[in-house]
Nanobody, 128 residues
């Protein structure tokens, strides 16, 4: 019903940069309310990274990435981007894209349980 395809992961050194992309496709033209990024490191729970609302372009970030990561969207392409600058070894994780088709609250956007569709994930590895 909904397909999310991520790209852009890779391996960089401490302080490096990467840009992730996630393109959404869906059979029905249901409205997109927001798209978000989460990440999951080995042995840890999936955690919120960033989200952007589709209508107003309001951006949300976790404290750990604010000031270093930047989220953006291209509504015409149904694509969300995540620019990762100033990467640190603790940013190493699989990064997942997800989509809000329900109109989640600002708080619910930050929790993985509110989302029904996820991308396959893209690995980001930062070496010291």
């Amino acid at each position: 019903q909904v397909q999310l395809v991520e790209s852009g992961g890779g391996s960089v050194q401490d302080g490096g940069s990467l840009r992730l992309s996630c393109a959404a496709s869906r059979r029905r033209a249901s409205p997109i309310y927001a798209m978000s990024w989460f990440r999951q490191a080995p042995g840890k729970e999936r955690e919120f990274v960033s989200a952007i609302t589709w209508r107003g372009g309001i951006e949300y970030y976790s404290e750990s990435v604010e000031g270093r990561f930047t989220i953006a969207r291209d509504s015409a392409k149904n694509t969300v981007y995540l620019q990762l600058d100033g990467l640190k070894p603790e940013d190493t994780a699989v990064y997942y894209c997800t989509i809000d088709l329900r109109g989640l609250s600002r708080e619910a956007l930050r929790g993985p349980s509110g989302y029904n569709f996820w991308g396959q994930g893209t690995q980001v590895t930062v070496s010291a």
